[in-house]
């Protein structure tokens, strides 16, 4: 074995370590969370399980807010569908849907360094192995449009809300939203992502690989403009669902009062980019602990942020019903799965 290359076991204890330190930072934002709560909300709202239990709830809100939320992310892989079938590739609905809710499955219960979009990549790869490169390119530009999406909305959702108790807020939300739309688009540009920059950027270490496949798959798009676009509106559409389905529980769960509906448009699309942190269980704790400070500093009425937090966790436990449906196909496909993800934790060391 050559010197250079690290042993087995240096990487499997790299892996342990790195899920342990996600682990703690998990554990330290809960802890985090609920010392934010007892000093936001001092002894007018207990983090009580037992007394939110037997509050009343509106049933055929939360109902509601399932099926937005189920039309959200069912959207999101046809999505997927349209960016495949644009490169010619074969592929159906049902192999979106069932590869759609398995890579939703492992986004949400991972423990280790391999999430959803790794495990759709390499299975879609394996089962082209002729074109894995395009095969890639699919997971990468669908991530891609996504994260545009989300920028927009963003930076469209601050300005919604005038007040200056979320003026920093505001302020790093429309930083971010201009840095990611103006990044986005600069790939975008002919010569960019194949030219003497995009190499350079590619042969850098570490993060080169991943850039290398990023401007790959945009080469392979620019000449479907019109799909990018359309799939472009298809994710604000979801994130709107999204937006919507949040209210719903919102309405459904929170007392006394909750924040309105064009406050949820700024409240969803940031809480959700700490969602998009990669830590273990969907980011459990970093996602809760941005809803409620949201919901403790953009409604005009006020809110408390325990009440922002179980509105979090109420949303978890949709999302946790949703990804049921991928269990079904794991059953299903157990053995070919098992070695897709042996795979997916080859191609991630």
Known sequence: MDSSTPRPATHRTRRTLIVLLKFGVTAAILAFAVYEVQRKDYSEQQFNFGTFLRRPKDWPALAAAWALCMTAVVLTFIRWYLLVRALQLPFRVRDSLRLGFLGYLFNLVSL?????DLF???????EHPGRRTEAVATVVVDRM?????????AGAAVLLVDDPRIAAIRHWALIGSAVGCVGMTVILLPGFSDGRLA???GKLPRVGPTLAKIFAAVTMYRQRIGTLLFTLVMSLGTHALYALGVYMIATGVAQPQTATLAEHFVIVPIGWFAQALPLPLGALGAFELAMGELYFFVPKTGMPMAEGIWIALVYRV???????????FYLRNRREVSDVWKDA?????
């Open 145 to 153: 449009v996504g994260l545009y999406a989300l920028f927009l909305v």
């Open 318 to 328: 949709v999302t946790i019903i949703i990804a049921a449906v991928g269990i079904i």
């Open 120 to 126: 759709k990549a390499v299975f879609i790869a394996r």
């Open 112 to 116: 280790g360094s391999v999430g959803g």
């Open 199 to 201: 190499e350079v950027l």
């Open 345 to 349: 934790e080859e191609e991630k060391a």
